[in-house]
């Protein structure tokens, strides 16, 4: 048996009105979005050196040989300089078939090893056993070892950004700011610093450049949606 429930007027009205807020609400409202930018500047307090170990050979077994001796020497460097194994990152050897314009065929190892170092003297020393002994391919990055705290600095500008262009939009539109409706970030943090490449270019007669103090800039972008009347 299919029983059937009859609304009053009174209940119907309600039910309407209940439907209908919603819609009223937002209908009253102008939406702003708008984008907001926060930056921080830090110092540099140490370097990410970035060594690649590569060798190419003919014969698979002699482009490892020489691979292993290079990453041997690579690894007593790093234990004399007292470079502290959780400032060390590494992945395994690549090694894959090649062909080079000018050696022809053959295979070429490949091993990327990022190492934190947080005295300038020592990246400058070793560079220099690193070309002594063949490497070519490395170079150094700025960072510094409060990052994070920083990217959280600049997002929190970011959205007070945001908000000071949102209540200057408002103002001319003869509104105001009522509410944040959404706020939209994709972690798009950004960061500059200066490149510590190419050491030799960079010296004077006193020393070297990198005696000046260094700075990197971290950026943060939040995308949000605030509501005016």
Known sequence: MIKLKILFPKQILILFLAMLFPLLTTAQYTQITVEGTGEIEIEADLLLFNVTITQFHGSAKTAFERHKEQETFLTRLLISENIAEEH????????????????????????????????????EAMQIALIENGFVN??????????????????????????????????????????????????????????????FAMEVNDGSMLQFRQTITVRERVNVVFTAD
């Open 88 to 123: 060390i990152y590494t992945n395994p050897v690549n090694i894959s078939p090649m062909r080079r314009q000018q050696e022809g065929s053959g295979f070429e190892t490949r091993q990327n090893i990022t190492i934190r170092i947080d005295d300038v003297g020592q990246f």
């Open 138 to 199: 490395f170079s150094g990055t700025f960072a510094a070892s409060r990052q994070k705290e920083a990217a959280e600095e600049a997002l929190s500008l970011a959205l007070e950004d945001a908000k000071r262009k949102a209540e200057i939009l408002a103002r001319s539109a003869g509104k105001e700011l009522i509410d944040i409706k959404m706020i939209e970030y994709g972690s798009r943090g950004e960061t500059s610093a200066r490149s510590a490449t190419a050491m």
